[in-house]
């Protein structure tokens, strides 16, 4: 059974930089992505990346989040940067084989999620 184990979450101000990290016990999967849900609110894609490195940006992720991998590591980043508060949410990383995309019903495998809170 894959695994995806995220870490790197935490709290941060307003303007700030967090970098997530998703390590995956098997590195089979073409896509992976970042979701992410706040309270209350639907889960949202965030971005996603194939296994050449081509990556997908939701609006709101575009010029200020990277994602990268790392494949000898089989890990997978998301850089966050000029941080808000509605960034403030659960984030999870996600793999499927399916395509690149910003739709949770793409991907089968699902990390436990991590929790990024974003001050004012």
């Known amino acids: 059974q894959v695994q995806l184990v995220e870490s790197g979450g935490g709290s941060v101000q307003a303007g700030g930089s967090l970098r997530l990290s998703c390590t995956t016990s098997?590195?089979?999967?073409?896509?992976l992505a970042w979701f992410r849900q706040a309270p209350g609110k639907e889960r949202e894609g965030v971005a996603a990346?194939?296994?050449?490195?081509?990556?997908y940006y939701a609006d709101s992720a575009k010029g200020r989040f990277t994602m990268s991998k790392d494949d000898a590591k089989m890990t997978v980043y998301l850089q966050m940067n000029s941080l808000k508060p509605e960034d403030t949410a659960m984030y999870y990383c996600?793999?499927?084989?399916?395509?690149?995309?910003?739709?949770?019903?793409?991907?089968?495998?699902w990390g436990q999620g991590i929790r990024v809170t974003v001050s004012s």
């Open positions: 098997e590195y089979t999967y073409y896509y």
């Open positions: 990346i194939d296994r050449d490195g081509t990556t």
């Open positions: 996600a793999a499927g084989p399916l395509a690149l995309s910003m739709d949770p019903g793409w991907y089968n495998i």
